[in-house]
């Protein structure tokens, strides 16, 4: 992964401006200044919000990807989440997955 691509503008808390310039190497970028590092259940749920934003231009609230999880993981589908995200859904995920800081959620 080349460390030197440049990253598109970034709001002053460090989310996309345009999250149609989102990529995977975007997203590489965003999770190391989260110290993340992605694994294929990471891209999973990266994935699956970026699917659900193309189809709708807004981000997934936290439960329709919990649910999309639970389809794997059962009841254990939140804390996952939240494992893999330690600092919070919009806090990393959204950010990660190219989403504009969702306005009226906290970023807990």
Same mark, same amino acid.
């Given at each position: 992964?080349?460390?030197?691509?440049?990253?598109?503008?970034?709001?002053?808390?460090?989310?996309?401006?345009?999250? *149609?310039?989102?990529?995977?190497?975007?997203?590489?970028?965003?999770?190391? *200044?989260?110290?993340?590092?992605?694994?294929?259940?990471?891209?999973?749920?990266?994935?699956?919000?970026?699917?659900?934003?193309?189809?709708?231009?807004?981000?997934?609230?936290?439960?329709?990807?919990?649910?999309?999880?639970?389809?794997?993981?059962?009841?254990?589908?939140?804390?996952?989440?939240?494992?893999?995200? *330690?600092?919070?859904?919009?806090?990393?995920?959204?950010?990660?997955?190219?989403?504009?800081?969702?306005? *009226?959620?906290?970023?807990?």
């Amino acid at each position: 992964m080349d460390a030197t691509v440049k990253l598109p503008d970034l709001d002053e808390e460090g989310y996309l401006v345009e999250p *149609a310039e989102w990529n995977e190497a975007v997203a590489e970028q965003l999770a190391r *200044a989260e110290d993340v590092k992605l694994t294929d259940e990471h891209w999973d749920v990266i994935r699956f919000m970026r699917e659900y934003y193309e189809e709708h231009q807004i981000a997934p609230d936290a439960r329709y990807v919990i649910k999309h999880l639970s389809n794997r993981l059962g009841a254990d589908a939140r804390n996952a989440l939240f494992k893999l995200f *330690a600092y919070g859904y919009v806090k990393q995920a959204c950010k990660i997955a190219g989403m504009k800081r969702p306005r *009226a959620w906290s970023t807990g």
